[in-house]
Each structure stands twice: as structure tokens, then as C-alpha cells.
């Protein structure tokens, strides 16, 4: 039997120039549509400034240290927004943080079988997954109700110690701080156990074999190892905390006053921009752009820090 | 010296001790999630009947009425934040997976994960600024904008991750057999990776839909159904929001009610696409 190969058709042709300019224009649109990612953070930030600039050249850095926000008088500065944005995220680290890292390592180490292990991550991962309007829901009729006699309790007995040195009376920096603990629980707690979990297990075997129990093994060998990346878990529970709207606004009491008392009303940069965007006019938008930009700034830094961290920390 | 460890020597009750500590902190941390489930079932089945998916929200003080204008209105402003997301999230995805060098992926990368972590309530103030202060209205297309930009890193993280995972072999396979790039991703990789995407997808709609910072200010809210897209709209989360601080019992009831459907919402998207990455393709 013989091949015949000639005079047929040939199955290979070359590509015609159509076809090569289709393939460069599909690389090309990809790529524009990657680069545009690191555009809209760009034209994130353009934008905000813009229109802030009324405000910048009104205020200037001032803004930053002014206690007023009258927009009757059209005095504007952020002060006690700032103090607000901080106790909260001081409140919901202080807590989530021990909270987190234990949480961290029990899922982590052989405590408990596989299968529960998963599914007790997965639980946690839902509590991100609810929307920040629902805890604040929650907070208005099911938290504050449930902490407020404890706040009543720590006045009477323990008035004299600033924190405690106002009455508890519904919304204040203590349930915002706690709703911002539950929502920056599952970055810490997820970010940490990654950063354990990934640890080469010879440290364990290592550190078992010279005779460690298996505590001793967490808080000097495998802690100080996943060192960084908790602290990456940390900062990025702390970007999510500066930023959170919804839930603290909904429970902190929008008070524009700086006071040591967790049980005081106050206020965050997200939550007033919440609060008085939708009515607001004139230079007073331009202040809340001017509040925004400075959000904006924190967070991204924080942000970028903080990712910075968890990618050294991965490619480990 | 002894080898042996007692159950009562000091280093194994130490021990012990941080074993039942961090048990105990497993258990904090479970606990918000049951207490808020099981409130927002208890506090949102009361109200779950036909009336709430088909009647308007009511005015204060008349009992009765619905959320179904603002279930229009968050399908509409996530289904148009999707239309703009979805392509572009999966074509920059694309880019990072198949054609960019490791020092661009690994910038763009970088980008998308700082622009997951922008405050949602920063991209409101950016959707505001870009298209309410230009067109001078609240308007759906505001609010859709405001939610594409938050489902995009989403959406190109789980795309990159899904195109990673799918062998080198079969591109080479695509490409030995005369496919030209765009056929490769298009025909072989990207159906390839689909399942995945389509998770990722999901996963960033269900976010998207809780979402309420994006949408206060940009989409605003309305008592009536939502009639052009260059208007107010209505969506469950401004719902939830602006009814949680009234001083009226029907509307707190339809508050509740809207977050038992927003919260259905995430929680059935969360569990089936979990189910679904199990079923690796490759």
C-alpha cells in the first residue's frame, strides 16, 4: 500500500495577517483591561482630591485637628472622626486579635479531626460573608440591649476610671468597637492560619523531638516563625477595621465629640461621610471629599503594607 | 531525670490550660454567627409571605406592604454591576494568567488586592464624584458603578487563580494542533477554568448584593418602583439601613425580613460554590 501525499489539499497553511492582528488585539484588550485595574485606584484618587479641593485650600491641614463640623457656619474639620476611626479600630483589634490568633492556631494544629476543622472554618469565613448592614441591625436590637447593664454596672462601680466615666445609653464606641471585632475576626483568624499552616512541618518534628510539649512547640517555635504574616493578618484586619461603614454607623451614635468613655457616643470618617453625603451641598460635599481622601490614604497604605507582608510571607 | 510525663507535672497542665483557652476561643468566635442567624430567621420569617415579594414598601404608620422595589432594584444595579465586571475582571484576569511578564503580573496583582481592600463606602464617595456631582442625579448607574468596582478584584482573583491551576500541557496541546492565543484562552483554557470562574462570579454577586456603603449615596433609596435606570433606586441593603433607625414597628419587620432574604442570599451562594470547588476538574 502507498501514501499518496501529493496534490491534496495542504493541511497546514500559514496564518493569514488578519488572524495574527486578531490575536495581538485580543493580548492588547487583556492587557488594557489588567492595567486599568491599577487605573481605577488612580482615578480613585484623582477624582476624591478634585473635588476636595475647595475644602483643602478653605482648611488646609487644619482640617485635621479642627473638633468642629458645623455646616450651618461652614466650619469643617475632622478631629473627633479620626479619634472615633482609631478607638474603634483599637477597640476591635484589642479584641479580635487574641481572639483571632487562638482561633488560628486550634484550626491549625491536630486538635480537633479534619473534617470538623473544615467545617469550623468554614463558619468562621461566613461571618465575613454577612453583609455589614445586617450586623448593624443585629447591634441596634439585639447588642446594645445585651451590653448596655454591663455598661450600667461598670459606671456605677467604676465611674472614676475614664473609660467608664459616662452612662451607657444606647449607641456608643463600645458596640462599634464589637461589631468591628466580629468583622475583622475572619481576616485575622483566616490570614494567621494560612501564614501556620504553611510552617514546614520539621519545625514541629524538630521541636517535638527535643522534648517540647505541644505548647511550648506553638509559642516558641511555630508563633515566632508565622511571626510576619500575623502581623500582615493584623494589618489588614486593621485596614478593614478604619474602613468599616455600615454596622458602625449604624451603632456608634454619630456624635462629633472626643471623649475617653466607651460607652460615649462618637464618630468614624466612614460614618459621617454615610451620614451626610446624600443631603449634603455645596463646600460641605467638598469637606466630606476632603474626610474621604484622608480614608482613603490611611487605609491604602495600610493596605499596601500590609499586603507587602503577606507576600513575602507567602512566597516563603 | 525521668522521660516519662505525669498528667499532673506543671508543663502538661500548662498545656492543658492553653488547650481549653483557645477552645474557648473558637467557641467566641462562632457564637456572633449563630446569634446573628438565628435572629434574623427568628425576627425575618414573620414576615416572609407573598405580600413581601410583590408589594411596595408602605409609608409610616400603615401596616402591611413589601420589599419587592428594592429586590428590583438591587437584581438591577448588581446585574448591570456584573455586565460591566464580569468581562473585564476575566479579560485582565486573562492577561496575568497567560501573557503578562512575572514582574507586570506581579504589580497588577499587587493592585488588585489593595483595591479589594478600598473602604466600600471610599468607592461610593468615588461614584459620587464621578457620576452624581457630573449628571447631577442618585441614579442606578452610579450605584452599579460603585458595585463593579468592587466585584472586580473579586472576580480577577479567582479568575488568575482558576487559570493557574489549569495545566501547561493542555495550552501546548491547543497550540500544537495550530490554535492562534485568543483560540487557545477562549476555546481550551477559559472553558478549562469555568467552574471556578463561575464561583468566583457568584461569590462576588452575593457580596455586591449585601453591599449598602457603595449605595447610600450614589443609588439613594425610593418608596416606589424603580422606573429608569438615571433615577433613585431602591436596594435591600439601603432598605435594611434606612428602616433599622425607624421608630416603626412594620418597617423594622420588613428591616428584619430584607436581611433574612439578603442573608439566604449569601449564605446558599457561600455553601453551594464551596460544594462546587470541591469537584476539582483537574
Not at chain 2, 188 to 195: I, K, S, T, Y
Request: net charge positive; proline share 6%; with cysteine.
Amino acid at each position: 500500500m502507498t501514501l499518496q501525499l501529493t496534490e491534496q489539499q495542504p493541511i497546514v497553511r500559514a496564518r493569514t495577517s488578519f488572524e495574527k492582528n486578531l490575536d495581538l488585539f485580543f493580548i492588547g484588550l487583556t492587557r488594557i483591561c489588567a492595567f486599568s485595574i491599577a487605573g481605577v485606584l488612580v482615578f480613585i484618587a484623582i477624582q476624591v482630591f478634585i473635588q476636595s479641593i475647595p475644602a483643602i485650600q478653605t482648611f488646609g491641614l487644619g482640617f485635621i485637628f479642627q473638633q468642629e463640623w458645623d455646616p450651618v457656619k461652614e466650619r469643617y474639620g475632622v478631629l473627633p472622626m479620626i479619634y472615633g476611626t482609631l478607638a474603634t479600630s483599637f477597640i476591635g483589634l484589642l479584641l479580635a486579635v487574641p481572639t483571632g490568633i487562638g482561633t488560628a492556631i486550634f484550626l491549625s494544629e491536630n486538635f480537633l479531626p479534619i473534617p470538623v476543622r473544615t467545617v469550623l472554618v468554614f463558619l468562621i469565613e461566613l461571618l465575613a460573608a454577612i453583609p455589614s448592614v445586617v450586623y448593624g441591625l443585629w447591634g441596634i436590637y439585639v447588642l446594645i440591649p445585651l451590653i448596655n447593664p454591663l455598661g450600667h454596672w461598670l459606671h456605677t462601680n467604676f465611674g472614676w476610671i475614664p473609660f467608664f466615666s459616662t452612662d451607657a445609653a444606647g449607641p456608643g464606641l463600645m458596640p462599634a468597637g464589637i461589631v468591628v471585632t466580629i468583622m475583622i475576626l475572619p481576616t485575622i483568624t483566616a490570614i494567621s492560619r494560612d501564614s501556620l499552616a504553611s510552617l514546614p512541618p520539621e519545625l514541629r518534628q524538630a521541636s517535638i523531638g527535643l522534648g517540647g510539649t505541644r505548647w511550648e512547640t506553638i509559642f516558641r517555635v511555630l508563633l515566632p516563625a508565622a511571626f510576619s504574616g500575623i502581623v500582615g493578618a493584623i494589618m489588614l484586619g486593621l485596614g478593614r477595621a478604619m474602613g468599616e461603614t455600615m454596622a458602625v454607623t449604624m451603632l456608634i451614635g454619630n456624635s462629633n465629640k472626643i471623649g475617653a468613655s466607651l460607652f460615649a457616643p462618637g464618630n468614624t470618617i466612614a460614618s459621617l461621610l454615610a451620614n451626610q453625603f446624600a443631603e449634603a451641598s455645596g463646600l460641605q460635599v467638598s469637606a466630606l471629599m476632603y474626610a474621604g481622601f484622608i480614608l482613603f490614604i490611611i487605609t491604602l497604605a495600610v493596605n499596601a503594607i500590609a499586603q507587602r507582608i503577606v507576600l513575602r510571607v507567602q512566597k516563603i | 531525670m525521668s522521660l516519662t510525663r505525669t498528667s499532673n507535672d506543671p508543663r502538661t497542665l500548662l498545656g492543658n490550660f492553653f488547650t481549653v483557652l483557645a477552645g474557648a476561643l473558637v467557641t467566641i468566635s462562632i457564637i456572633p454567627l449563630l446569634a446573628v442567624l438565628s435572629y434574623v430567621l427568628i425576627k425575618g420569617a414573620s414576615r416572609l409571605n407573598l405580600d413581601l415579594l410583590t408589594q411596595l414598601p408602605p409609608p409610616p404608620m400603615v401596616p402591611g406592604g413589601g420589599i419587592a422595589n428594592a429586590m428590583v432594584g438591587t437584581l438591577v444595579m448588581v446585574g448591570l454591576a456584573t455586565l460591566i465586571s464580569v468581562p473585564i475582571g476575566i479579560a485582565a484576569a486573562v492577561f496575568l494568567a497567560e501573557f503578562s511578564t512575572p514582574h507586570t503580573a506581579s504589580w497588577i496583582r499587587f493592585s488588585t488586592n489593595v483595591l479589594n481592600g478600598v473602604p466600600s463606602i471610599i468607592l461610593g464617595v468615588f461614584a459620587y464624584a464621578a457620576l452624581v456631582v457630573t449628571t447631577k442625579t442618585f441614579s442606578a448607574y452610579a450605584g452599579a458603578a460603585a458595585l463593579s468596582i468592587l466585584m472586580l478584584p473579586i472576580i480577577i482573583r479567582t479568575t488568575d487563580e482558576a487559570l493557574q491551576i489549569v495545566p501547561q500541557e493542555i495550552r501546548w496541546a491547543s497550540v500544537g494542533v495550530g490554535a492562534s492565543k485568543y483560540q487557545t484562552v477562549l476555546q481550551v483554557v477559559l472553558p478549562a477554568a469555568l467552574p471556578t470562574i463561575l464561583t468566583g462570579t457568584t461569590l462576588a454577586i452575593a457580596r455586591a448584593s449585601g453591599e449598602t456603603a457603595p449605595l447610600i449615596f450614589t443609588a439613594l433609596f425610593t418608596q416606589f418602583w424603580p422606573n429608569s435606570l438615571s433615577q433613585p433606586t431602591p436596594s435591600l441593603a439601603v432598605l435594611v439601613y434606612n428602616f433599622a433607625t425607624v421608630p416603626f414597628k412594620n418597617q423594622q419587620e420588613l428591616a428584619w425580613a430584607a436581611s433574612l432574604v439578603l442573608v439566604f442570599l449569601v449564605l446558599t451562594t457561600s455553601v453551594v460554590s464551596r460544594w462546587f470547588l470541591r469537584r476539582k476538574t483537574f
